[in-house]
């Protein structure tokens, strides 16, 4: 299931990495590890943030996906449904809005 994993990054870690050199690895190691279809960077709410599109088979995986964010930046991790046009064609909106009149 194609999902978006909105995150939420404080000043601190980042900072820190950012100072010592070593943000760029790190970040790479887990864009590596997790690998996201697509990567966003923007701001979010005066910090820093991600968007990432993420597939996931299972429920299972969100624990791989959110872990490094948490472990290494102390982020908050926001999962959501997403669809493409397809996806939505195939929901069947025709038949749920007859059916819910």
């Known amino acids: 299931m194609r999902m978006l994993l909105?995150?939420?990054?404080?000043?601190?870690?980042?900072?820190?990495?950012?100072r010592e050199?070593?943000?760029?690895?790190?970040?790479?190691?887990?864009?590596?590890?997790?690998k996201p279809e697509a990567a966003y960077f923007t701001e979010q709410n005066g910090a820093r943030?991600?968007?990432?599109?993420?597939?996931?088979?299972?429920?299972?995986?969100?624990?791989?996906?959110?872990?490094?964010w948490f472990l290494k930046f102390n982020?908050?991790?926001e999962f959501r449904i997403a669809m493409v046009a397809e996806d939505?064609?195939?929901?069947?909106l025709e038949n749920l809005g007859s059916k819910w009149k």
């Open 21 to 34: 050199g070593t943000v760029g690895e790190v970040m790479a190691r887990i864009l590596e590890e997790t």
């Open 49 to 68: 943030g991600a968007v990432l599109v993420v597939n996931l088979d299972d429920p299972s995986g969100i624990p791989a996906l959110a872990e490094p």
């Open 88 to 92: 939505l064609r195939k929901a069947g």
């Open 6 to 18: 909105n995150i939420r990054i404080p000043h601190e870690p980042f900072n820190t990495f950012v």
């Open 75 to 77: 982020a908050d991790c």
